[in-house]
């Protein structure tokens, strides 16, 4: 009789409904169920799909698809994506999501819902790039897409320029993995910085305003007809630290680092595909240039390698390009592939001097000063020498006894300094790794034979003069 009880059968729907609503929501079920409801919903409306490609041809790169990547991952949405990889983000404690090809995610504009799926990559198909697809739904179409387009522009700028980006070193993927002549990132976390290479502070103040100058400078290039590029040649010997420059330079410009591996390039066709591919706000790094040339390449030419320095196959773009190359030494280089306008600011390193070697015993042990400090400057100006690499592998392994540490230093000195700085750092006016010279911002840097800015600018005045050529002005866009 209970049974037919209104009271009783209430308490028994509640109870059911409750019991319901646990399934749902402790287990996925309530996740299914919003997918069929999203997917009848779906059916009501006619969608357009539009593409983002990374590259469009096949080769030139898409700046959008970069603006595109910048504002999902902003979108607080992200952490709501069925699969998302987790990155550690610059500091060490940061955690940045990332999403997954093949991954969709939501974001609402303008009272609108819009869909976009991270295509990936297809490695079936070489040419064909990473894409994102943007469904939209075609009654929101005319209402939203250009002010949605626009609103994307924006933040991804802003994104930028507030240096939130993460950077990405990229390197050239395995032909069998990743394609034939294509780029594979990974996060860029190196730490060298400006402040953490021992170098003259007068060199790496030049260093950043050449940077800062040449950025602000597109017009000026434009005007003159040239191609907006800047190139840095680092040389000097092993240990130096060329590579910790290049790694400084892009944390302090904020820009991603494109490692140009030229013995994995397998033809000059590939070389100039794999340029365009580069994306803005970017360094290209050439390592060991010198041993590639010397080693006689067969894949890559040495015009292949000529066109690259001079950017013309970068002459599409209108952006800034910025090229490191890296060398052990110049001297067994063609000096015509280095020549001013191929390279513009040479940066010579050099082993460690005494006050390069203060300056690491500064940062590595915390000592500003110390007894033993006038032995090791004797030493150093007996012509003994280190570089800062080998210095600061024996300040590390001694670190907690920095008596210990400039002893094994001096013992280091005493054996392996067998004057390989010698004539190096003495009767120089420049100390530690230092540049031979930074030009004006229209200029060229030194070559060979000139020691000082001051020989340079002496001849470059007169070429100047001889070619009946008045010097612009400088002229900052930015
Ligand atoms: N000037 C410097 N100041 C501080 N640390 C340095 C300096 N030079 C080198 N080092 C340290 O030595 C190590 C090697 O440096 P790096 O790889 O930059 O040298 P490199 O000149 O590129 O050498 P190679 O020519 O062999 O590639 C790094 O760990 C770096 O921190
Ligand atoms: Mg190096």
Known sequence: ?????????????IFF????????????????VKKICRSIEDKFYVYQFLRVPELYEGVQENPFYRKVSLYLHSLPSIEDSDFINLITGKKNNDIVLCLD??????????????????????????NRSRTFILKIRKADKRRILRPYLQHIHTIADEIEQQGKRDLKLFMIADPIVGGKGRWRSVPFTHPSTFDTIAMESDLKHKVKSDLESFLKAKQYYNRLGRVWKRSFLLYGP???????????????????????????????????????????????????????????????????????????????????TIMVFTMNSKEHVDPNLLR??????????????????????????????HKLFPQVEEMFLNGASLSAAEIGELMIANRNSPSRA??????????DGDGRGCGENIGRQLVGNAVEGIDEPNGVLCADGFHTVKDFRKLYGFFRSKNHRKSQPFVPKR
């Open 406 to 415: 400039i002893k094994s230093v001096i013992f280091a000195l005493q054996t």
């Open 238 to 320: 092993s240990g130096t630290g060329k590579s910790s420059f290049v790694a400084a330079m892009a944390n302090f410009l904020c820009y991603d680092v494109y490692d140009m591996d030229l013995s994995k390039v397998p033809s000059d066709s590939d070389l100039k595909s794999m340029l365009l591919q580069t994306t803005t706000k970017s360094i290209i790094v050439v390592e060991d240039l010198d041993r590639f040339l010397i080693a006689n390449p067969t894949a890559v030419s040495l015009s292949g390698i000529l066109n690259f320095m001079d950017g013309i196959l970068n002459s599409c773009c209108t952006e800034e």
């Open 340 to 369: 001013p306008g191929r390279v513009d600011v040479h940066i010579r390193f050099r082993l460690c001097d005494f006050p390069a070697f203060k300056t690491l015993a500064s940062s590595y042990l915390g000592v500003k000063d």
């Open 1 to 13: 009789m209970i049974l037919y009880n209104p009271f009783f059968l209430f308490i028994v729907t």
């Open 101 to 126: 090809p093949k991954q969709s995610i939501e974001d609402d504009f303008l009272g609108s819902r819009i869909f976009w799926l991270n295509e990936g990559d297809d490695k079936s198909d070489s």
């Open 17 to 32: 409904l409750y019991i319901i609503r646990v399934i749902l929501f402790k287990t996925g079920l309530m996740h299914t």
